[in-house]
């Protein structure tokens, strides 16, 4: 797995310093798969290249170095984590809804040297309504499955004016971000460049969707799930 992830750090013009600490996250992620449910990915290829060079496609949509970082959604740590273990001054909070995750989370990052980064269960919308937690971020990203509008409004509260929500998205949104401009910039944000990049080592090409946060979330947002999920923006 080490040298997957050498070879495709190397074709997108990243650090190799981070490759045995990811290949040492790949291992301890497929070995707590066995018992909890951390990603569908079975084989260390896979997890090598779907989930971290995947993940490291963010590098090539902002500048990440010595910022403020939230993961929303994080499950097995994607793509924050990886983030972090490449680009060291990363601040990183890794958030999730399911406490067995973020229990994990919490003791992998012990095990692989970043104990720096803060693991928080707790429910998005909820989070995000906290004076620590509200517009605080330069950065928030998702993996998440779920429709951009919905993604929007969970994410885009944690950013300050002047930051940028990237959620990872499929070259085939088109459709979806043009249903998610008018919430978007109800939200504050405002559409940037997409960043569409190719998978090292796969022909799998991914889009990243960044969103500028040009003004204040207003107040009321996020709403409670059940009204994202009934009425979308």
């Known amino acids: 797995m080490e040298q997957m992830i050498r070879e495709g750090l190397l074709e997108m013009g990243l650090s190799l310093e981070a490759a045995p600490a990811l290949a040492e996250y790949g291992r301890l992620l497929l070995e707590k798969n066995q018992v909890m449910n951390l990603t569908a990915l079975r084989e260390p290829e896979q997890v090598a290249r779907l989930h971290f060079l995947d993940s490291a496609g963010l590098f090539g949509a902002a500048d990440l170095a010595g910022k403020k970082v939230i993961d929303i959604g994080s499950g097995g740590g994607f793509p924050g984590l990886p983030l972090r273990l490449i680009e060291p001054s990363i601040q990183l909070t890794l958030l999730d809804a399911l406490g067995k995750r973020v229990t994990w989370l919490s003791e992998v990052t012990q095990a692989l040297g970043t104990a720096d980064v803060t693991c928080i269960h707790a429910r998005a919308e909820e989070q995000a309504l906290l004076p620590d937690y509200r517009e605080q971020f330069d950065i928030a990203t998702s993996r998440a499955v779920a429709d951009l509008r919905v993604l929007a409004e969970l994410c885009l509260p944690y950013v300050k004016p002047g930051g940028a929500f990237l959620a990872m998205k499929s ?9 998610a401009l008018r919430g978007i910039q109800l ?7 997409a960043h569409d990049y190719r998978i090292p080592g796969t022909d799998v090409i991914h889009r990243i969707l960044v969103i500028k946060k040009a003004g204040p979330t207003p107040k ?11 009425a979308p923006l």
């Open 171 to 179: 070259v085939d949104s088109e459709e979806e971000l043009s249903a």
């Open 187 to 193: 939200l504050g944000g405002d559409m940037g460049a």
């Open 220 to 230: 009321g947002y996020p709403r409670r799930w059940a009204k994202i999920q009934k």
